[in-house]
């Protein structure tokens, strides 16, 4: 417990410069709002690219099955992606969080056409560096995609675990869920599934799998100095990168 409390104490100051960055003064209408989810919708795709890493890294997903040696982190893991890939939306149909979000990106006017193209690029090659090429993909966004598939091509289970707890989206501060439930109360047709998302996304983070990420972290870096030491540097340059995108899309919105 010693060893997370160090972790968060070391990185509580970028974390509170993310959470207080001067974007969220901006998101006060359903276009600024609009504006950053065709931006943001890269980063909530590629969160789980790094859950599924950390599902590959810890479980056995091939044939012949065999028995992996961390049986907590498996289970983690496992319970994390059941969540994050095969949620419910508004009707209690399965869908995955990132889907969810495409779906409120369309009620809300948003333009899903580049991340449409994106995902369709990627299922052909396999390979995001393809997809970010064929598709002109910004550098603001593909900066901040690169980190990630870096941090998975790393092939250590504590940095990927370190990065994928730190770049989560409960990182949306309070403010911003209160803009949206205020613009909800005036169009609820448009915003409301956003709105969803939004407390969906964030409950299950708060109340289940952020707690469940930090103990994974815990188990994976047990005792070793410097893995904690590793798992430090990469969260709080998890936070940075995530600063950097929104220093991106705030200049996008001017």
């Given at each position: ?21 001067s ?8 276009e600024?709002?609009?504006k950053?989810?065709?931006i943001?919708?890269?980063a909530?795709w ?25 049986k ?17 939306d ?52 593909s ?15 504590h ?11 409960d ?6 869920i ?12 448009k915003?409301?599934d ?12 708060g ?33 940075e ?11 996008s919105?001017?």
């Amino acid at each position: 417990m010693n060893n997370i409390q160090n972790l968060l104490e070391e990185i509580s100051q970028t974390r509170k410069d993310l959470l207080n960055h001067s974007i969220y003064n901006k998101l006060n209408n359903i276009e600024s709002i609009s504006k950053f989810m065709e931006i943001h919708v890269f980063a909530v795709w590629d969160f789980m690219s790094l859950a599924k890493s950390l599902q590959s890294n810890l479980t056995c997903v091939s044939t012949p099955w065999y028995p992996t040696a961390d049986k907590i982190s498996r289970r983690l893991i496992n319970e994390i992606v059941l969540g994050e890939e095969s949620d419910i939306d508004q009707n209690n149909n399965p869908t995955s969080h990132f889907e969810l979000y495409v779906e409120s990106m369309k009620k809300i006017g948003s333009d899903t056409s580049k991340i449409d193209e994106f995902i369709d690029e990627v299922i052909k090659s396999k390979s995001h560096k393809k997809a970010v090429k064929k598709c002109s993909i910004p550098n603001g966004i593909s900066d901040f995609l690169d980190f990630t598939f870096k941090t998975i091509e790393s092939n250590k289970p504590h940095i990927i675990a370190s990065v994928f707890t730190f770049g989560r989206e409960d990182l949306i501060p309070d403010m911003f869920i209160n803009i949206v439930k205020t613009l909800n109360k005036k169009n609820e047709t448009k915003i409301g599934d956003l709105l969803y998302y939004l407390e969906r996304h964030i409950e299950m983070d708060g109340d289940e799998h952020g707690p469940m990420a930090l103990q994974m972290i815990s188990e994976l870096c047990k005792d070793d100095e410097n893995k904690w030491k590793e798992a430090t540097e990469m969260s709080k340059k998890a936070l940075e990168m995530r600063i950097k995108l929104w220093d991106y899309i705030e200049t996008s919105l001017n």
